[in-house]
T-cell receptor, first 115, second 112 residues
Framework: GENVEQHPSTLSVQEGDSAVIKCTYSDSASNYFPWYKQELGKGPQLIIDIRSNVGEKKDQRIAVTLNKTAKHFSLHITETQPEDSAVYFCAASKVATGTASKLTFGTGTRLQVTL | NAGVTQTPKFQVLKTGQSMTLQCAQDMNHNSMYWYRQDPGMGLRLIYYSASEGTTDKGEVPNGYNVSRLNKREFSLRLESAAPSQTSVYFC???????????FGPGTRLTVL
């Protein structure tokens, strides 16, 4: 089955700096790579995703890059703000019509943005 | 539109007791999922249901059973709780043709 590794497990940055979280996956058939943000006491919420036919996607201060050859993808947050402090999870999935499209999650990165 | 709801929010059980975690979604989604979240291990899939009337095992199904009662509801049952099942449990749903999974707020379960 799929295996997703995520680094680092904790990350502390100063407000305004950039943060980068990296993930690798093992199954070359995976074609969907979402990133979820989990705030304290809440369920994970999708913040950005990328499909295997795209190398990069950006949404305001958040961007994701995908290297299919190396089987790794990264989350980039620029101009970090205190409200970016949370746990971030990467995931990988084989999305196909008519299937349940199970997600395999990384182990999470706790991001702390300090003033 | 409440999204995905889970009950209860917190539960304490003694070893050997049974209980059912409830999950419901009002978004007319086809697929539903149960995950457990443990420190340092991310979210691991317990069971899932691709559509009403079907259920399948995920990565860590031992000690659990599920029921897809109808399109809205997907319950998780612990028949004989063990301390190793102490965890936070999340339910999620996904629309047909979509990729995003929508998560509920979670149930924090402690087994003594």
């Amino acid at each position: 089955g799929e295996n997703v590794e995520q680094h680092p497990s904790t990350l502390s940055v100063q407000e305004g700096d950039s943060a980068v979280i990296k993930c690798t996956y093992s199954d070359s058939a995976s074609n969907y790579f979402p990133w979820y943000k989990q705030e304290l006491g809440k369920g994970p919420q999708l913040i950005i995703d990328i499909r295997s036919n795209v190398g990069e996607k950006k949404d305001q201060r958040i961007a994701v890059t995908l290297n299919k050859t190396a089987k790794h993808f990264s989350l980039h947050i620029t101009e970090t703000q205190p409200e970016d402090s949370a746990v971030y999870f990467c995931a990988a999935s084989k999305v196909a019509t008519g299937t349940a499209s199970k997600l395999t999650f990384g182990t999470g990165t706790r991001l702390q943005v300090t003033l | 539109n409440a999204g995905v709801t889970q009950t209860p929010k917190f539960q304490v059980l003694k070893t050997g007791q049974s209980m059912t975690l409830q999950c419901a979604q009002d978004m007319n989604h086809n697929s539903m999922y149960w995950y457990r979240q443990d420190p340092g291990m991310g979210l691991r899939l317990i069971y899932y249901s691709a559509s009403e009337g079907t259920t399948d095992k995920g990565e860590v199904p031992n000690g659990y059973n599920v029921s897809r009662l109808n399109k809205r509801e997907f319950s998780l049952r612990l028949e004989s709780a063990a301390p190793s099942q102490t965890s936070v449990y999340f339910c999620a749903s996904r629309p047909s043709g979509g990729s995003e999974q929508f998560f509920g707020p979670g149930t924090r379960l402690t087994v003594l």
